[in-house]
C-alpha cells in the first residue's frame, strides 16, 4: 500500500477472502480477521505521517466490520479503505514539516505524563493557537486528539504483551483512573480493555 501497488494489494485481498469463503464457518472469526488487517493497515498509514478520513478511526472500523453480514460484504469494506490508504501515499508530497514533526516527537517521549496544548507548544517554542493549526492541518488530529492516539497505541501493545492489571496499564500510559482510562479505551476502539486483551 506504501508503495501504491495496487493491483497487489487488491489481489491479495481477494485472495484471503476467497481462502476465507472456502474455510471459514464462524462469521465472527471472519470479522475479526478482517478487523485485524485493517487496524493494521490504519495504523502503518498513519505511524508512517499519512492522513485519512474520520470515518476511517479504529472505532468506526470496528463497527463497520462486526456490523456486516457476509464475506462479500467484508471485502468490499476492506477494499473501500484499501483505496483511501492508497490515495493517501498518491497525494502525499512530504513529510511533516520540522516544528509539526519535533511536536510528534514531543509527544512520543512525554505521553504519560499530564500533556497540555500549552506544554506542547512551549516545548517546540510555538504559540498554542499557531501550533493548533498547522498540527491539524499536516496529522489530521488535534494536539489533545493524537496525544490520545498515542496512548492508545501503547495501552493496545501493553494489553497484548504484558499480564498487568488494567489500573495498571493506565497509569503507565497516563491515566490515573482506571474508570476514565476504561472509558477512554472503549471510546477509542469500540471494547474495553479486558475484552481487547481476550480476543488479540
Known amino acids: 500500500v506504501t508503495e501504491g501497488r495496487v493491483e497487489e494489494a487488491e489481489e491479495t485481498l481477494h485472495t484471503l477472502t476467497k481462502d476465507l469463503s472456502n474455510n471459514a464457518t ?45 464475506i462479500l460484504d467484508l471485502e468490499q469494506n476492506s477494499e473501500k479503505m484499501l483505496h483511501a490508504c492508497i490515495a493517501n501515499f498518491e497525494r502525499r508530497e512530504k513529510p511533516f514539516s520540522p516544528n509539526v514533526e519535533k511536536a ?28 493548533s493549526i498547522i498540527f491539524k492541518e499536516e496529522t489530521g488530529y488535534t494536539v489533545l486528539e493524537y496525544i490520545t492516539y ?19 496499564v493506565a497509569r503507565q500510559i497516563g491515566y490515573e483512573s482506571e474508570y476514565h482510562f476504561s472509558r477512554k479505551f472503549k471510546e477509542y476502539t469500540g471494547q474495553s480493555p479486558n475484552r481487547y486483551r481476550r480476543h488479540s
Not at 505511524?47 to 476511517?56: A, D, H, I, S
Not at 514531543?106 to 501550533?131: E, Q, R
Not at 498515542?150 to 495498571?168: F, H, N, P
Open 26 to 70: 464462524d462469521i465472527q472469526y471472519t470479522r475479526f480477521v478482517y478487523f485485524q488487517i485493517c487496524n493494521n493497515l490504519i495504523k502503518n498509514v498513519l505511524e508512517l505521517g499519512g492522513k485519512l478520513p474520520k470515518e476511517y478511526s479504529e472505532k468506526n472500523i470496528f463497527h463497520s466490520v462486526f456490523s456486516a453480514e457476509s
Open 104 to 131: 510528534v516527537s514531543f509527544i512520543v517521549s512525554n505521553y504519560w505524563k499530564d500533556l497540555s496544548l500549552d506544554d506542547v507548544a512551549g516545548a517546540v517554542f510555538l504559540s498554542a493557537g499557531y501550533l
Open 150 to 168: 498515542i496512548r492508545m497505541q501503547k495501552a493496545k501493545e501493553l494489553l497484548t504483551t504484558t499480564d498487568d492489571t488494567i489500573g495498571t
